[in-house]
């Protein structure tokens, strides 16, 4: 049988209904119709179909791993990671308005203006019998205006109380970590249950690629940060620099999480 109707007739042999397993498992009603027929279009791409299939084989007590392997062999072997970016919105960087410098050009304009205007005013006004003031008119003084500043340190805050380039990188999705950008950062994973997770440095190198078996514990260690891709973000508790954050997600829950690695500019 394909792995479409395994998942069919474990879900129907359990006595439920593509809604109730929907509900447990948190994935959509018609996503599983889809999948149950074969159809792993609406996945949005083999990594997230593995982790779907997973999820419900575990839900129905089949061998997930066996199905995910049978997917694979099926789908051209294990997808690359999906790229966070390509699923959470990140953080957006402050945009910090430049300080434009003096524009002394407009105004030596204004007052080159304000004496013409001044001038003709009071040679307009001296006609008649009243009697022509011949006093010299003095200009009036030019507005002063605050010296340019000078442009901010690089590396240090445009303005007071702007992060700088060294604050310390915060996952939205998975609370904060004490870790600054640059620094090495020491992460120690346990797997409550079996479960397969990808590591890799700041630089791209792969650090792990596997399934960290049930109550077993690993760390890793990476200057400048670290990139984690997890298959079943329930199933394992973390620690990075000693601070617990427990576990990244959701149960059968497919994510990627960066602790102490720069995010690019969104695009």
Known sequence: MSIGEVLAQARQSAGLTVEQLSARACIRATLIHAIERDDFSLCGGDFYARG????????????????VHEFDELHGGVPLPVRAASVFQADRPIKIRERR???????????????VVFGVVRTMGGAGDTPTDTRPVAAPSLPTL???????????????????ASSAAVDPAHGAASVRRGEEVVL?????????LSVKDAKGR???????KAGKTAQWKAKGGMKVVFDDAGAVLLQVNGEKLGAPGRSGQSVERSYGVPEANPR
């Open 101 to 115: 410098s003096p524009n002394w050009t407009l105004a030596m304009a204004v007052a080159l203006t304000v004496v």
């Open 188 to 196: 120690k994973v346990r797997a409550e249950r079996s479960s397969r």
């Open 146 to 164: 605050p010296p340019p500043s000078a442009p901010p340190a690089p590396g240090a805050p445009a303005v007071p109380g702007a992060p700088s």
């Open 206 to 212: 792969r650090l792990f690629s596997g399934t960290l």
């Open 52 to 67: 779907h299939v997973r999820n419900l084989a575990r839900i129905l007590g089949l061998d997930a791993e066996a199905l």
